[in-house]
């Protein structure tokens, strides 16, 4: 079958039967249609409903959309009774592929209208790591295209390092140093990787480097502005390695465009500030510039209570360390004295925290972020993590950001009480520094704990990407967590306490049965041109919870993305129209089952010599999964809308 490149949101009704389906899939219609394989009554009704709502809709007579008994009134598909559905009659097999072919007939149940009256901390937040970036973590580019391209794929919380874009001061040297020190990993990086060190790169620099990394190198000097001051503005990039820089302000920018053309719900910018203090100043003018009207206000007061996402439509919201105002004083006094006092804290995405650093007055720490800058953020304050036991920690507006390392080990030592205190507060997870290739830890792990910020890198689409698109497919990346997992609502005494995530929620034993029948329109593997050499062949993965998660043991992988707990692989067919003949991947029995947080994954791959390239995927939560003869929408291996469907049955049953 000929492969045409349509808009994946293309109207199916104008379009005779045999543009509509492959003859593959054709045949398992026709096989419908005449009662040789039967839809399961659920799914009848389902059909009856939409030919009920066409025939509306196109005002046609009741008879025209549906058969009709003797009596001429409007039938209710009644059938011979030696039948498997013998209240039910044949089906017409236009009426049947219009319906198969219309969003009735997705694998993915629609959403229903999300309750936005909860506490922020209540909510799934689809979020992104080192945002900025295109590539991997060690040499690709910066761009503000990256944050055009997840807002627009419905990403809510977003994340900017932002970095001196001057020279380097004697102070930001001392601080240069502070870090290297605290972040262990990184003197094993050449200091020609140091911004100290980088240098203006040319056009062929800004390749990938072949070979090892050494002192050599030429790296790109601060970006300069082109205004007619000639004032060097911050850069975004990520610290220490070869990337490439981009400025703030293009970063801010392109935020401003994107942020709310998808979903009017608000965005989360988590700021990594390892600017000086100067560059601070100028952060603070060109946020408060570009966003004019979407930052959000600060009440007189204290913060007492988290607000609720409909509360805050429109708005960006500014992740950045608190500074207590008390301090202020003490620090401006500091600065008039010292333009370029040392900064002692920064924040890393490679850290245990923000490391955004908490001021620890009996210590006479100083902060390393101006009040303006902080002041910003309003409902999400960036406290460095001590424990969950500390004052900060029951600070509303807290945010803790852990990576993944740091939150595995406090999930083995103190397991329901970092559930307990992810039902009321904010808490953000990010991949470990050392994944420069851009790969992902298993956000499902994480979202089970109740973590609303799950920052993935959107770089490269592996299993924990995918299962990002499973959990906020067809939201506005808000998704409200499941009612065992939420705090108090408005209005309402906290409801803060030990209980594991074992016991908030019903677990229960999952039969699913999912029958592989054909596919059509298959999108081929990335710079493959052939489809006649195409041997395409069906992974199923079923990602469900694993009793180390609710005892507090230690989680095998440590929280890595992975393939499912549960596999099916099929035999290969041929073509990008392939018929499966029927083979039933069986997941019989699977306990510990929470629907709203278990995910069913599927896979095309080519079956060739070596590495099996990826074709195509989808991930389906499993509270959206619906039974009966069903069409599963695939994504190219970009992660594209693409015109490839699979025909699968799905048989699901919970005890």
Not at 113 to 123: A, C, G, K, R, T
Not at 427 to 439: E, H, I, N, W, Y
Not at 465 to 473: D, I, K, Q, T
Not at 575 to 596: L, M, Q, S, T
Request: glycine content about 6%.
């Amino acid at each position: 079958m000929s492969r045409r490149k349509l808009d994946p949101t293309h109207d199916f009704s104008s379009l005779s039967l045999s543009q509509k389906v492959s003859p593959a899939v054709l045949t398992y219609f026709e096989s419908i249609a005449n009662n040789k394989h039967h839809l399961p009554t659920s799914q009848l009704q389902e059909l009856q409903a939409y030919l009920s709502k066409v025939h509306e809709s196109t005002e046609l007579r009741t008879q025209d959309a549906l058969p009709v008994t003797p009596s001429h009134e409007p039938a209710q598909l009644q059938a011979p009774p030696t039948q498997a559905h013998p209240a039910f009659a044949p089906l017409e097999l236009k009426n049947l592929v219009d319906y198969m072919t219309s969003p009735e007939g997705n694998a993915m149940m629609p959403l229903e209208e999300i309750d936005l009256s909860f506490p922020i901390s209540n909510y799934f937040i689809n979020s992104s790591h080192n945002t900025y970036l295109t590539g991997n973590q060690l040499y690709s580019e910066s761009s503000g295209d990256a944050y055009k391209s997840v807002l627009l794929r419905g990403c809510r919380c977003i994340e900017i390092d932002v970095w001196d874009g001057d020279a380097r001061s004697a102070s930001a040297e001392a601080q240069e140093k502070a870090e290297e020190k605290k972040h262990k990993f990184r003197p094993h990086f050449p200091r020609s990787l140091s911004p100290r060190h980088r240098q203006h790169s040319s056009e062929k620099d800004r390749s990938a480097p072949s070979g090892s990394a050494g002192d050599t190198l030429s790296l790109p000097t601060p970006w300069q502005s082109a205004s007619t001051t000639a004032r060097a503005e911050p850069r975004v990039l990520h610290g220490y390695t070869l990337t490439k820089e981009v400025s703030f302000r293009e970063v801010c920018v392109a935020i401003r465009g994107a942020a709310f053309v998808t979903s009017d719900l608000p965005v989360i910018v988590s700021l990594e500030v390892h600017a000086g203090k100067e560059q601070q100043e100028i952060m603070v003018e060109i946020i408060e510039q570009t966003w004019k009207g979407m930052l959000v206000k600060a009440s007189a007061g204290e913060c007492q209570q988290l607000p609720c996402p409909g509360e805050l439509r429109g708005k960006i919201l500014i992740k950045v360390k608190y500074v207590a105002p008390e301090r202020t004083t003490r620090k401006a006094a500091v600065k008039s004295a010292t333009p370029t006092t040392q900064r002692k804290d920064s924040s890393s995405s490679s850290s245990d925290s923000d490391n955004q650093g908490s001021v620890d007055a009996k210590h006479k720490k100083k902060s390393s972020i101006i009040e303006p800058l902080s002041a910003l953020g309003v409902y999400t304050r960036s406290y460095h993590f001590k424990d969950l036991s500390s004052s900060e920690a029951t600070v509303p507006c807290h945010v803790f950001s852990l990576s993944e390392k740091k939150f595995m080990d406090i999930h083995e030592s103190h397991g329901p009480t970092l559930f307990s205190h992810n039902r009321n507060y904010l808490m953000r997870a990010f991949p470990a520094g050392t994944r420069v290739t851009s790969s992902n830890l298993d956000p499902a792990v994480f979202w089970r704990k109740g973590v609303q910020i799950v920052a993935l890198n959107w770089q490269k689409f592996d299993a924990g990407v995918m299962l990002n698109e499973g959990m906020f497919s067809g939201s506005a990346g808000w998704v409200l967590k499941p009612r065992g997992y939420r705090g108090q609502s408005q209005g309402q005494q906290s409801d803060v306490s030990n209980e594991s995530q074992g016991d908030a929620i019903a677990h229960k034993t999952l039969s699913l049965s999912i029958e592989l029948l054909a596919a059509q329109e298959l999108p081929l593997p990335v710079g493959d041109r052939k489809p006649d050499g195409f041997k395409p062949y069906v992974k199923c993965e079923l990602h469900i919870e694993k009793p180390e998660e609710r005892t507090g043991a230690s989680i095998e992988g440590g929280g890595r993305s992975k393939d499912g707990e549960c596999k099916f692989k099929s035999r290969s067919s041929r073509g990008v129209g392939p018929n499966f003949g029927g083979e039933k991947a069986d997941f019989a029995n699977v306990p510990g089952v929470v629907e709203e947080l278990s995910f069913l994954r599927f896979k095309i791959q080519d079956d060739e010599i070596g590495t099996d390239d990826l074709a195509a995927w989808a991930c389906i939560r499993l509270d959206r999964l619906k039974e009966g003869y069903r069409f599963v929408h695939l994504l190219d291996a970009n992660g594209d809308k693409s015109r490839g469907m699979l025909l699968v049955r799905i048989k699901k049953s919970f005890s």
